[in-house]
Each structure stands twice: as C-alpha cells, then as structure tokens.
C-alpha cells in the first residue's frame, strides 16, 4: 500500500468514507424508510404522511417537517436506560432531533407540503460514531420515498424537493484530518466537526468542537473541502438508492 496513504483505526484511508449502504423499503407500513449503515453505526429511518400541521402553522398556506431522535438500550457498548423509562428526553437527544428537522426542513419548498407534516424518525440501532450524521442522510431518502408516496396517492400535487441533504463528522486526529469518524476516531480527536450540505453545495451546518484544542484556521479549511468530498459521495449513493428504490 502506498505510504501516502494515512490509515485511521479501522484500516481505511482517513479521507474515505466508512463502507455505506443505504436500504430502502425496510418498514412495510411507513410512507419512505431508509436503514442506512456506516461502517458499524446503523440508524432505521421512517418517514410519515401526516394529514395535519401544528397548530401554530394552521392557516399559513404551509406543511412541516419535524425529526424525533433516540437510541436503542443495547445500541451502545454498555446498555442505555430508554429515556421513556426517566420521564423526559435528554439534552443531546433534543439538539440532535432539532438539527435532523432544520436540516430535511431546508430540502422542501413547504408551501408545496400545505397541510401535510412529514414525521422523520430516527432510531439508532448500534452506535459506532456519526449517528446524527447518519440520521440526516437516511433521513433524506426516507423522506423523498415518502413524498414520492403522497405523490403517488394524489395527496402532494407538485413535487416539493428542491435539492438533498446530507450529512457527515470530520475531525483533526494525531494522523491528520479523518473523515466520517468511528467511535474511537471521535472519542480521541483533538477537533470534532458535523457538516450538513445540501445538494446546491450550501453548508446548512458547521458544527464545531475544539475537544483538547483549539482548531486552526488551515484545519478548518481542510476539515471542510474533506467533508464536501465525502457529502457528495454521500450524495450519489443517495440517488441510486431512491432511483432503485422507485423502480
């Protein structure tokens, strides 16, 4: 193997994607559904066709898109309580199911959805690092299957997607800048990053953590052009599931 290469943990190029797959069709009763896999971390993603919008939105010519996040007891590496069995959701399950809505929300024209809420659930079966990311990017494909079924029905009339969404993790490691970080990749890089792009090239979000330092401006750059490469191979992998998926 060439020396130019620099290996993560796992064994793969740090400027390589984890092996994806993207399954639709996985839940029989769910308008779209996507069980997306990166590396280890698999994440079941559905999608509903609701006849309704919040209450707050009645009247304004427009639909929603809302995300619910969690994470099955044994989907780490030691069992986690169910978050129904405390009573109430945790602070990271609350910020990362707002950043799948805010993220799918800017893939629709919602004045197109009038009267109708999509529901993206996303629950995470094995955890292995990137699980938000991950969510995001199944999340897309459950949610163009699932306007693919309300279009089929008659219930949307104009195809509201204006472009995809995806998602990805980068970090700054002692080896260098690592793309679609695992688990141990996360839990010891020097700088973690989420970057969500849509399919226009429009970053939608640059989540950013110095964990044991601060980052520099050099790194960033790197850090974004690394994760763009890896968000449009993300990208592809997305339409040739959706396309198949459709056939």
Same mark, same amino acid.
């Given at each position: 193997m060439p020396s130019s290469i620099a290996l993560g943990r796992s064994g793969r190029d740090i400027k390589a994607l984890r092996d994806i797959s993207l399954t639709c069709h996985v839940n029989p009763h769910a308008e779209g %559904?996507?069980? +997306?896999?990166?590396? @280890?971390?698999?994440?079941?993603?559905?999608? !509903?066709?609701q006849d309704n919008v919040?209450?707050?939105?009645?009247? @304004?010519?427009?639909?929603?898109?809302?995300?619910?996040?969690?994470?099955?007891?044994?989907?780490?590496?030691?069992?986690?309580?169910?978050?129904?069995?405390k #009573?109430?959701?945790? #602070?990271? !399950?609350?910020? +990362? @199911?707002?950043? +799948?809505?805010?993220?799918?929300?800017? %893939?629709?024209?919602? !004045?197109?959805?009038?009267g109708f809420t999509l529901w993206i659930d996303c629950d995470v079966l094995?955890?292995?690092?990137?699980?938000?990311? $991950?969510? +995001?990017?199944?999340?897309?494909?459950?949610?163009?299957? $699932?306007?693919a079924e309300g279009m089929r029905q008659g219930l949307i009339r104009v195809n509201p997607l204006k472009h995809p969404i995806a998602a990805t993790s980068?970090?700054?490691?002692? %080896? #260098?800048?690592?793309?679609?970080?695992?688990?141990?990749?996360?839990s010891t890089c020097d700088v973690d990053g989420n970057f969500v792009m849509t399919g226009a090239g429009e970053w939608l979000e640059v989540q950013m953590t110095g964990e044991k330092r601060a980052l520099k401006a050099v790194e960033l750059t790197e850090m974004m052009a690394t994760a763009e490469k890896g968000i449009r191979e993300l990208f592809e992998l997305q339409r040739q599931a959706i396309e198949s998926a459709s056939r």
């Open positions: %559904s996507c069980l +997306i896999k990166c590396g @280890q971390t698999e994440v079941l993603c559905t999608a !509903t066709l919040p209450r707050w939105l009645k009247g @304004q010519g427009k639909g929603w898109i809302t995300a619910e996040y969690g994470m099955l007891p044994r989907a780490t590496h030691d069992r986690k309580d169910r978050e129904a069995t #009573g109430k959701q945790e #602070g990271r !399950t609350v910020e +990362i @199911q707002r950043l +799948i809505g805010r993220s799918l929300r800017a %893939s629709c024209d919602l !004045t197109l959805l009038n094995v955890a292995d690092g990137g699980t938000r990311t $991950a969510a +995001i990017t199944g999340g897309y494909v459950a949610l163009a299957l $699932a306007v980068c970090g700054v490691t002692p %080896s #260098g800048v690592v793309l679609d970080m695992d688990y141990a990749e996360d």
